[in-house]
């Protein structure tokens, strides 16, 4: 079965680090693009940083300088290292994978056929 699931969220205060977890299974990880996706309630959900089948790795403007996506072939893992965290940061963190070619951009959350649950962060001031 097709999953992944994602851990590592929870509370911190300005300027703090959190480092996001998402295991895959049923598929290899160095396979599929795959991405970091949040979300605010109310509001469409945000690309965050993604990691290509190739390894090729983008960001968001927003968390440049700030975050970085990994992965880990052995692990079958995909990780999101948030430094420096802001208020602005607030939200549920999904991890995405397997592109399905509907000519979007890497951000773009229809592109991704496979979610997690979400795991919540939030960083207060």
């Known amino acids: 079965q097709v999953q992944l699931a994602e851990s590592g969220g929870g509370s911190v205060q300005t300027g703090g680090s959190l480092r996001l977890s998402c295991l895959a299974s049923?598929?290899?990880?160095?396979?599929?693009?795959m991405a970091w996706f949040r979300q605010v309630p109310g509001n469409k959900r945000e690309g965050v940083a993604g990691y290509g089948y190739n390894a090729l790795i983008r960001y968001a403007e927003s968390v440049k300088g700030r975050f970085t996506i990994s992965r880990d072939n052995v692990k079958n893992a995909l990780y999101l290292q948030m430094n420096n965290l802001k208020p602005d940061d607030t939200a549920m963190y999904y991890c995405?994978?397997?592109?399905?070619?509907?000519?979007?951009?890497?951000?773009?959350?229809?592109?991704?056929?496979?979610w997690g649950q979400g795991t919540q962060v939030t960083v207060s001031s």
């Open positions: 995405a994978a397997e592109r399905n070619g509907h000519n979007g951009q890497w951000y773009d959350d229809y592109e991704y056929n496979i």
């Open positions: 049923g598929f290899t990880v160095s396979d599929l693009d």
